[in-house]
């Protein structure tokens, strides 16, 4: 998203950010992704840009979804709690998911 915002004007980057993030339907994306690919969530339990309680809805309908949660985090909690992040990530990756 980054390299995007850099080769667009301001306004074609917002606009970009609104129709393929902001806009988008997280269920139909979440149904097209192949049951064989893992998913993992991280997710503060204070975010209120992004409710806690429609990732877990959707987490719950999916096997291959896994939900991993902070209760103080907010919706910056890769920079609020990155090692919290890291750790999980890493002992995912050695668990083999």
């Avoid at 049951?35 to 987490?59: E, M, N, R, T, V």
């Avoid at 999916?62 to 902070?70: P, Q």
């Avoid at 920079?79 to 919290?84: Q, R, T």
Wanted: hydrophobic residues 35%.
């Amino acid at each position: 998203m980054v390299d995007d915002m850099l080769m667009h004007t301001s306004k074609s980057f917002t606009s970009s950010l609104w129709e393929v993030v902001y806009r988008s339907n997280i269920v139909k994306v979440a149904s097209a992704v192949s049951g064989d690919i893992p998913i993992i969530c991280l997710h503060g339990k204070k975010d209120y840009s992004a409710p806690f309680s429609h990732i877990k809805q959707i987490a719950e309908e999916y096997e291959n979804w896994k939900l991993h949660t902070i209760d103080v985090g907010t919706h910056q909690i890769f920079i609020e709690h990155p090692e919290w992040c890291i750790d999980y990530i890493l002992s995912e990756k050695e668990k083999g998911y």
